[in-house]
């Protein structure tokens, strides 16, 4: 059995609720994890997993858009504390623990630390997809995507094998890259969708100007999660984080309009909900994910976050549907478990030849 470093992006709920499954999936098997993390990924696996709490970049936005000086300002006064994290790293997950790989979602320590320690770097996330697959790229968004691409070489620079999870299949660039069905949690995999009649709404942070939007359809009936209150204001019912009810909320509606981030995304898909993405302007991946929505047929890229967008999404709800019932079925992550069983069999002998074969 192998022992492994997993490193979690803190940066939302999305890395830290994929890399459960498959860490639980490692210990079930076997392996023995230590957990790298921050902020979000470190509140959402300390109570179930060996968590060591690193430092990491936040993305802070204003109004659904990036704001390049909150984020800039922020990550500059973490900047002392991630130095001395970054030596306590370096004692416990890799002197102390001496791991046999290390696996990253989108996590920038443990992949740095991997290459020092000559050990074999295993990426499992959905931006490498930005770096490997080839996708659709707007004219006047190919500087954008070099951009994306250039973080997130230095983000992970030299990963052996990539385990890219997406929901829409280009061509990929290299024999290390390997295309997987999003991996969705098993509180989600159990869910009984049914359609019922208000729409979920989601931000991670507070978007007050699109309320006014979903105030002025006064037929509908919306459920609002992410706006740091509770309590009915008209047509609209805020409330408070809470696990078990947003997934019973989610399985419940009959549409979802929420920002573009992929794993609510792909959740949605997979309970087979319209999708309106609104995008966080600024941030290339979410724009990426509601264009690639928007080819699918099951929802629409609302970059432009009006109020005519939200209608006509709500108008053509039955069109969204009908593409849904046609968009392929989930494996239920029995692919990426599979393959990540098969680079780490036999003392990783698969992951080590990747590895060599990189450096070859």
Known sequence: MARIVYGVSGEGSGHSSRAREMMTHLQEAGHSVKVVSYDQGHRNLRDDFDVFETEGLHIESVENRVSLVKTFTDNLARLSNGVRKLRELRHACFKDFAPDVVITDFEPMTAYLATHYGLPLVTIDNQHRMRYMAFPRAEHRKKDALV???????????????????????????????????????????????????????????????????????????????????????????????????????????????TAGFTLMTEALFLRK??????????????????????????????????????DFLYRLPEYEAALRDHPPHDRNRGIRAKLDELLADGCALARGFYAARRA
């Open 148 to 258: 994306t691409e250039t973080v997130i070489r230095a983000m992970v620079p030299r990963p052996d094998v990539s385990l890219v999870t997406t929901f829409w299949f280009g061509e990929v660039t290299n024999e290390r890259t390997f295309l997987f069905p999003p991996i969705l949690r098993r509180e989600v995999l159990a869910l009984e969708p049914g359609r019922g009649e208000h729409v979920l709404v989601y931000f991670t942070q507070a978007f007050e100007s699109f309320f006014e939007h979903l105030r002025a359809c006064g037929g509908e009936r919306f459920i609002v999660y992410g706006a740091g209150r509770a309590g009915r204001e008209g047509n609209l019912e805020f409330r408070a984080p809470s696990r078990a009810g947003f997934l019973e909320d989610l399985a419940g509606c009959k549409a979802v309009v929420a």
């Open 274 to 311: 319209p999708y309106l993405a609104l995008p966080m302007r600024g941030q290339f991946e979410q724009e990426l994910n509601a264009l690639m929505l928007e080819e699918t047929g099951c929802g629409r890229n609302g970059r432009a976050a009006g109020a005519e967008t939200l209608g």
